[in-house]
């Protein structure tokens, strides 16, 4: 973090976002035609790898080699390949003229460093519920969930076509007990789960979360051989984009109970679906258009009304939203984050007075 060079990588960003933002309030926006024209195409683009292509971020149903038809204007493309050339590529280019055939190339020097996200993974190893009942898991069960979390992460990180990568820092608390509500005492929905409270408290005399993209905490809601306390909250949950008091900058905070129940050690795809629940208020706010169905609370939770359906489809609905390439039927569209706003924009980028402090659980299953 403290590397000059990425500072002034930073900062170039920061100009190129102010610019932005100056185009948007003199209402440039519309004048870029993004839609890709089957006829009379002014643009061949081409690469030795094959590739997915955006246009200003918005993917356009195109892979390379592709002809397209843009008008004059200034223009930034951007590849996803997977592969061998595996990488996210982009590059700005200007088009004088509406009627000149172009040429664009993408190579390996148009390949960008994929941005880092940094996560702060914390685990309990017991549990103390209100009336004393105690639990615990073993760590062997919690080598295992952290295993599938870095399978979960390596996934998405594929899904963003690298434009984005993890450092996972850890914190393991193997005597102290994880800080729950009982929900026998405590029942208002609020109040499930793990007490955020105090364990952001805790974790504060270590850590600056103004550095981290993500906190996940993962605690036993039963033992290994299944025993579980009275009122203890057997579901899974996690917040969206919550803000710890103080903070600057906007940090992901999830929970993940240990659960020894039909999944196993974890449910397939919560890492994913938590994870999106902390992100997907963001990126409207840039102007990235995310699925929604109008009937459920968020993007996470729209996959059927964009035609996912099967258990398999909610994580293709998830690589869809990474990819920005949800078609919307009804408006004919594509929506989603896509890999050029995963790169421009971590959660940490994001100030904190851009959301209200409002704490939102969600379960699945
Ligand atoms: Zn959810």
Request: glycine share 6%; charged share 25%; hydrophobic share 35%.
């Given at each position: 973090m403290?590397?000059p060079?990425?500072?002034?990588?930073?900062?170039?960003?920061?100009?190129?976002?102010?610019?932005?933002?100056?185009?948007?309030?003199?209402d440039?926006?519309?004048?870029?035609?993004?839609?890709?024209?089957?006829?009379n195409?002014?643009?061949?683009?081409?690469?030795?790898?094959?590739?997915?292509?955006?246009?200003d971020?918005?993917?356009?149903?195109?892979?390379?080699?592709a002809?397209?038809?843009?008008?004059?204007?200034?223009y930034?493309?951007?590849?996803?390949?997977?592969?061998?050339?595996?990488?996210?590529?982009?590059?700005?280019?200007?088009?004088?003229?509406?009627?000149?055939?172009?040429e664009?190339?993408?190579?390996?020097?148009?390949?960008?460093n994929?941005?880092?996200?940094?996560?702060?993974?914390?685990?309990?190893?017991?549990?103390?519920?209100?009336?004393?009942?105690?639990?615990?898991?073993?760590?062997?069960s919690?080598d295992?969930?952290?295993?599938?979390?870095?399978d979960?992460?390596?996934k998405?990180?594929?899904?963003?076509?690298?434009a984005i990568t993890?450092?996972?820092?850890?914190?393991?608390?193997?005597?102290?007990?994880?800080?729950?509500?009982?929900?026998?005492?405590?029942?208002t929905?609020?109040?499930?789960?793990?007490?955020?409270?105090?364990?952001?408290e805790?974790?504060?005399?270590?850590?600056?979360?103004?550095?981290?993209?993500l906190i996940?905490?993962?605690?036993?809601?039963?033992?290994?051989?299944?025993?579980?306390?009275?009122?203890y909250?057997?579901?899974?949950g996690g917040?969206?984009?919550?803000?710890?008091n103080?903070?600057?900058t906007i940090?992901?905070?999830?929970?993940?109970?240990?659960?020894?129940?039909?999944?196993g050690?974890?449910?397939?795809?919560?890492?994913?679906h938590?994870?999106?629940?902390?992100?997907?208020?963001?990126y409207?706010?840039?102007?990235?258009?995310l699925?929604?169905?109008?009937?459920?609370?968020?993007?996470?939770?729209?996959?059927?009304a964009?035609?996912?359906?099967?258990?398999?489809?909610?994580?293709?609905f998830?690589?869809?939203?990474?990819?920005?390439?949800?078609?919307?039927e009804?408006?004919?569209?594509?929506?989603?984050?896509g890999?050029?706003a995963?790169?421009?924009?971590?959660?940490?980028?994001?100030?904190?007075?851009?959301?209200?402090?409002?704490?939102?659980?969600?379960?699945?299953?």
């Amino acid at each position: 973090m403290n590397d000059p060079k990425m500072n002034t990588i930073m900062c170039c960003f920061l100009l190129i976002l102010l610019f932005s933002l100056v185009s948007c309030e003199n209402d440039d926006v519309t004048q870029n035609d993004t839609t890709p024209l089957e006829e009379n195409p002014n643009l061949t683009i081409r690469s030795s790898f094959g590739g997915t292509l955006y246009v200003d971020g918005k993917y356009i149903n195109k892979t390379l080699p592709a002809d397209i038809k843009l008008s004059k204007g200034t223009y930034l493309l951007s590849v996803g390949a997977e592969g061998n050339e595996a990488g996210y590529y982009r590059k700005e280019i200007t088009i004088d003229s509406d009627s000149i055939p172009q040429e664009i190339e993408f190579t390996k020097e148009d390949m960008v460093n994929p941005k880092k996200w940094k996560v702060l993974w914390v685990t309990y190893s017991k549990t103390r519920a209100k009336d004393g009942c105690q639990i615990s898991v073993s760590q062997n069960s919690i080598d295992i969930a952290y295993n599938i979390f870095l399978d979960h992460l390596e996934k998405i990180e594929k899904d963003a076509f690298h434009a984005i990568t993890w450092e996972v820092v850890q914190k393991n608390y193997t005597t102290e007990e994880a800080p729950v509500a009982n929900e026998s005492e405590n029942n208002t929905e609020e109040e499930w789960g793990l007490d955020w409270t105090i364990s952001l408290e805790q974790l504060k005399k270590d850590f600056d979360f103004n550095d981290f993209d993500l906190i996940s905490f993962y605690w036993p809601a039963n033992s290994d051989n299944e025993t579980s306390c009275d009122g203890y909250p057997l579901n899974y949950g996690g917040i969206a984009s919550p803000i710890p008091n103080g903070m600057k900058t906007i940090v992901g905070v999830m929970e993940h109970p240990f659960i020894n129940n039909r999944y196993g050690i974890q449910h397939p795809s919560a890492y994913t679906h938590e994870w999106m629940h902390t992100i997907e208020r963001l990126y409207p706010l840039k102007g990235f258009e995310l699925p929604i169905d109008p009937g459920a609370c968020c993007t996470a939770h729209s996959g059927e009304a964009f035609g996912y359906v099967s258990s398999t489809g909610v994580d293709t609905f998830y690589e869809d939203v990474f990819k920005g390439k949800v078609f919307s039927e009804e408006r004919k569209v594509y929506l989603g984050i896509g890999p050029e706003a995963l790169w421009l924009y971590q959660t940490r980028n994001f100030e904190a007075s851009l959301l209200d402090a409002e704490r939102r659980k969600v379960a699945i299953d």
